[in-house]
């Protein structure tokens, strides 16, 4: 697996966060409509009941109304984890080429630096010189052993059209 940069494991890690938080917030969006149905519902009962009952009625209200509240912040701070996270996107879009761009200017100044002193530029161009000769020597070996493999490769053939050759040549003079 190819290791991530700094930028693409926050981003990923703002992703699975917001991802996260939506689904809490979606579950805590469910409880807070059940509760409200339920509030709703023992509302409607204790209009005709007791007040005892209107009491227990109004701190559910209460509860149904913190819920509510948590729910909200929750939806929001989802929201703040994506925004984060496209933003960690953008961030990276604008690094990369500045990385790039700063990678090709190291090079050009390491080359400038070493064709710019005598000493440095004579002894990249020696070693040049050493790497050409050395794949030379390799592609001549290698050529070579190519032409000596099918030279007794055409050997063996001739040798065998031969023997056939000189025992046909021999019944021709028996026959004859």
Known sequence: MATQTTTQRQAAAKKAADTRKQNAAKESAAHTKASARRTSTSARKSAKTTSQAARSTSRNARSTAKQATRTAARGVDAQTTRLEAIARQAERVALI??????????????????????????????????????????????????????????????????????????????LI
Do not use: C, M
């Open 97 to 174: 080429p500045v990385g790039a761009a700063l990678e090709a200017r190291d090079a050009v100044v390491d080359t400038v630096r070493t064709y710019t002193d005598s000493r440095t530029a004579k002894r990249q161009l020696d070693r040049f010189e050493r790497r050409g000769a050395n794949a030379l020597r390799r592609d001549r070996q290698s050529l070579e052993r190519t032409a000596r493999a099918t030279r007794r490769d055409i050997e063996q053939r001739t040798d065998g059209l031969r023997s056939g050759a000189s025992s046909l040549v021999d019944e021709v003079r028996t």
